[in-house]
């Protein structure tokens, strides 16, 4: 059984893709390189540390 296409609805969820995309990439561009957080476990870790040992940032 063919399913109806509704390209109206596909061309708002692309254009909204698109508006996500380009406040990703503009976010992305605005932080520092030294900011950004590459690697999900040390991420975790840093976050972990922020979380559960707060006063070891004071």
Do not use: G, H
Not at 13 to 41: C, H
Request: glycine content about 0%; overall charge negative; some cysteine.
């Amino acid at each position: 059984m063919p399913t109806a296409v509704n390209y109206a609805l596909l061309e708002v969820a692309l254009t909204a893709f698109e508006a996500v995309n380009k406040l990703l990439t503009t976010a992305q561009i605005a932080l520092s390189p030294e900011n950004q957080f590459r690697d999900t476990r040390e991420t975790a870790a840093t976050l972990d540390c922020f979380t559960y040992y707060p006063s070891r940032q004071e």
